[in-house]
């Protein structure tokens, strides 16, 4: 699967994005050291590591991903919206995700001594 069907058609052939949708969401988990994204619908993709689930979803103009804690509120995700007229480098989309993952990380270690403390 690459770009939706009518994406192309809106596009100048100068100006076609460099990345499809699978390519591009390959590249980010490969960066992030995860094995290559899994199909899991039309226009979706999804990777997960035992702490943080990536769910992409191809939409009008570029794509988005959800990046959640398996084991997580909802209002601690991050959605990052890309454009593939403005030519998206997955480096820095890797870049937030890791960001991401490692504030997530000092959150949970901060909780667990606070949890910890309180019981002394």
């Not at 699978?22 to 590591?49: I, N, W």
């Amino acid at each position: 699967m690459s770009l939706p069907s009518w994406l192309p058609s809106h596009l100048p052939a100068a100006e076609s994005p460099r990345w499809t949708f699978e390519s591009f969401a390959d590249e980010v988990a490969r960066l992030l050291g995860l094995t290559p994204t899994m199909r899991t619908g039309e226009f979706e993709r999804s990777s997960e590591t035992d702490h943080l689930w990536l769910l992409w979803k191809a939409d009008q103009g570029g794509a988005s991903v959800l990046v959640k804690r398996p084991y997580g509120e909802l209002r601690t995700a991050l959605v990052i919206k890309v454009w593939w007229h403005q030519s998206p480098d997955p480096a820095d989309v890797a870049a937030m995700v890791r960001t991401f993952e490692r504030r997530s990380r000092v959150q949970s270690l901060r909780s667990l001594l606070g949890r910890v403390l309180r019981r002394r």
